[in-house]
C-alpha cells in the first residue's frame, strides 16, 4: 500500500514532465546499446582471433629441442670435481628430435583424466623444389583424424579434402601462398627435398589457408605415414606430441610436470602466446570503458532532469511532507523516479543492443586471411546483458541519490512562507 | 465538564538569528481544548505565522514545550513527527498546494493513503463525503489546475479533513480570496466548528472572522496579549 502511493506520486511526477523524461530515459538507452553493441562486437572479434590462435595451437606441446646435453664426461671426473669447468664449442651429440619411447608415452597420456586428446605430429623442415629454385618450407606429419577433431584442421581447407591424406598415399596439402608460388594446384605433383638431399614426389591432395601469412607461405601437411617415408624413419618415429587439455588453465602446471616426467622438453600455451592475451585483454578494456563511459554521461541527464523537476515540484514537496509524508518517503519518491528511468531506459537499451548485434552480426565480412569467415563476428554472451542491466541501474541510482536527498532535505516552512 | 486538552505549548519561545537576533515568539503558553473554535490575530509581522508552524511540528528549532493530544513532540524523529500531522493534524493556507498532476479527489486522498488505515475504496468514499459536504463533489475528476481560487481553497479545506483530524490548523485561509469566496469559506469554518465540533485554530486578519470564534487570541509582537472567550458568538 506505502509503496504503492509512492509509485503512484513518482509516475505523476514523471508524467508531468514527460519530455525530459523521455530524452533521459533515451539517454540510458542509447548508452545501453552501444555497450551491448560494442561488448558483443570487440569480444567477437576477440574470440576469432583467440581461436585463429588457440583452435590449433596444442595447450601442452611435448618435443626434443636439439642441444648439447647438460652433462658432459667432464663432470663425471672425480678429480676435478671441485673446480668450475669452462668448456667451449660444446656440439649436440646428435641429431635427435625425435621422442624417445613415444607408443608408451602416449598411452600414458591417452589415460591422464585432465588430458582431452593428444595429436602426434612430425615435423621436418624441407624445401619445395620449383624449377631450379628451392623454396624452403615445413613438412608436417600428422595424424588427420585427431588433428581435426582436436585443432579443427578441417575449418582450414580452402581446395580439396583434408581426409585424402589417409587416403590417398604420398599426397601432401599445401598453404594457400606456398601452393600460389609452386603454380600448384589440386591433383598435382610437387616434389620436396629433406634436409639430407633426399628428393620425394608427392601429390597435391588439397589447399589450406590459416589466416596467418607465415604459415600459408611455408607449411604442408602430409600424413604421418607419408612423413615417415620421406624422412626415412621407423614407424614410431615423431618430433611432437600436442595435448589438448580440459582445462586451458592447468597448461602451465602440466607442462612442468610432462617435462620431468618424460624427460622431454614441454612448452604450454600461456607462455608461446603471451602478447596474445595483451591484445584480447586491452581490447575488452577500452570496450568496457566507452561503454562505461556513456552510461555515466546518461547518468548526469537523469541527475539533471530530477533536479529540475525538484525545483519546479518544491510547492508539491511541501505540502506532501505538510500532509504526514515523511523526508524518507519523499527521498524514495524520487529514487523511484531515477531507478524508473534505468529501468525502462535500460530494457529497451538491452533490446536494442542485441538487435543492433544481430545486425553487425549480418554485415558482410570476407577476409582473405579469415576463408571461414563471412560477417562481422558477434559474441553473445548473456554476461554482458546483465553486467549492462546492473550498471544502469546502479549509475540512475547514483545519479538519483543527491537530488533524492535534497528533495527530502526540504524544509516545508521555507517554501510555505515563501508564498 | 470540559473537553480534553488537544494542543497545549508552555513558554515557547523561538528566536531568529539570521541575519541578527530577533525573538519572534516570547514565553508563549496557551491550551486549545476539543471542539474549539480559536482565532489568532495581531499586526503583520507579530508572528502569528511562526507560531503556527511550531505547533504544527513543522518547525522545530524552538524552546519549550509542545504537547498535542497530551504528548510531548520535543526529541522525536522527523518520521514520527510526519506521522503526527498526517493522523491528527489537517492544515489549510493562504495557498491551497494542490498537487496539479493529480484530480481533486485525489488531491483530497493522498493523506489517507499514507495513513494506510482504510483501503483505498474506503479512503475514496471518504473524500467524496468531504467533498460533497463543501459542495464540490461534481469537481471531483477534474485536475487541480481547473478550479477556480475558491474552488481550490475548498479542495485544500477537504484535504485537511480527510483523516478527521483532531485539530485543524489554518494560516489566513481567506488571505487569497475575494469577498464572496472567503464568504463561503467563513461559512465552512462556521458550519465544522458548530455541527461538527472540529477543533479550530486560525490565523486570521479579517475582524469579522474573529468575530464569529468562540475564543480569540491576540498577539503583539511575539507575546501573547490577550486570550478571550468571545461572548458575542453563538
Ligand atoms: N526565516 C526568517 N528569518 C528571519 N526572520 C524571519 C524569518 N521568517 C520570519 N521572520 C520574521 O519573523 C517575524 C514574524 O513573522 P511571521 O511570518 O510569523 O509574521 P505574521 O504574524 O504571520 O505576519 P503576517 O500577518 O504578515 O503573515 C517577522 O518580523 C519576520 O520578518
Ligand atoms: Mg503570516
Redesign the pocket.
Known sequence: MRLRLIFRIAQSLLMARWKQTLVAAIGVTFSITMFIALLSFMVGLNELLDNLILNRTPHVRLYNEIKASAHQPINSASEFQRGYHFIRSIKPNSNRQQLYNSIALQKVLQEDPRVKGIAARITAPVFFNDGVVDLTGVLNGIDIKNENALFHFNDYIVKGKSEDLAIVSNSIILGASLADKLQASVGDMVSVTTARGTRFPLKVAGIFQSGLQEMDKTMSYTSLATAQKVLGKSSDYMTDLQIRLHHLELAPELAREYALRFNTDAEDIQTSNAQFETGSFIRTLIAYSVGITLLIVAGFGIYNILNMMIYEKMDSIAILKATGFSGQDVNRIFIVIALSIGFFGGIVGLLLGFLLSVGIDHIPFHTASLPTITTYPVSYNPIFYSIASCFSIMTTYLSGWAPARKASRIDPV?II?GK | MENRIVLESRHLCKQ?R?PVI?D?LKDITLSVRQGDFVSIS??????????LYVLSTMDTDYSGELFIDGQLMRGRTEKQLAQVRNEKIGFVFQFHYLLNEFTVVENVMLPGLKLGTFSEAHVRTRAMDRLTMLGIEKLADKKANQLSGGEKQRVAIARALINDPLLLLC??PTGNLDKANSLIVFSIFKELAEKHHQTLLV?T?DQEFAANSHRIIT?EDGHVISNVKNTHSV
Do not use: A, P, Q, W
Request: hydrophobic share 35%; charged share 30%.
Open positions: 521555507v512562507r | 531568529f539570521d530577533i519572534v495581531g499586526k503583520s509581522g507579530c508572528g502569528k505565522s511562526t507560531l494560516d489566513e490565523v486578519h498577539m
